[in-house]
């Protein structure tokens, strides 16, 4: 199943930038270094980078060196993970995202 989300902030620059719409794959295989989008709410949904995999949680990471979340701080339960995110639309352009 496929979800679209319009990505918002600065936290995945320079590779995915406010504005852009991710195109994320629930049912795909999640591996390390992957961007995902985590459901950290019930209204508020996150793209990052998995940077680690546990046998139930995971942590992630921004690419923005500039910047900070909490969501990155702590270990996170795999269970709201939505997905894969396998493709990026920036106005014209699309992008594959690695």
Same mark, same amino acid.
């Not at 209204?43 to 998995?50: E, F, P």
């Given at each position: 199943m496929l979800k679209i989300f319009k990505v918002s902030g600065d936290s995945m $620059? *320079? =590779? %995915? =930038?406010?504005?852009d719409i991710a195109v994320v794959n629930k049912n795909s295989r999640i591996s390390e270094g992957d961007i995902i989008a985590y459901r950290v @709410? /019930? $209204? +508020?949904? %996150?793209?990052?980078?998995? =940077?680690?995999?546990?046998?139930? =949680? %995971?942590?992630l990471a921004s690419d923005n060196v500039? /910047?900070? @979340?909490?969501?990155?701080?702590?270990? $996170? *339960?795999? @269970? @709201? %993970?939505?997905?894969?995110?396998? $493709? +990026?639309?920036r106005g014209p352009s699309v992008i594959f995202p690695r």
């Open positions: $620059l *320079p =590779k %995915i =930038k406010s504005g @709410s /019930t $209204l +508020m949904v %996150i793209i990052k980078r998995v =940077k680690r995999i546990y046998v139930e =949680k %995971i942590t500039d /910047t900070e @979340s909490c969501f990155c701080q702590v270990l $996170l *339960p795999r @269970s @709201s %993970i939505v997905g894969k995110v396998f $493709l +990026m639309f």
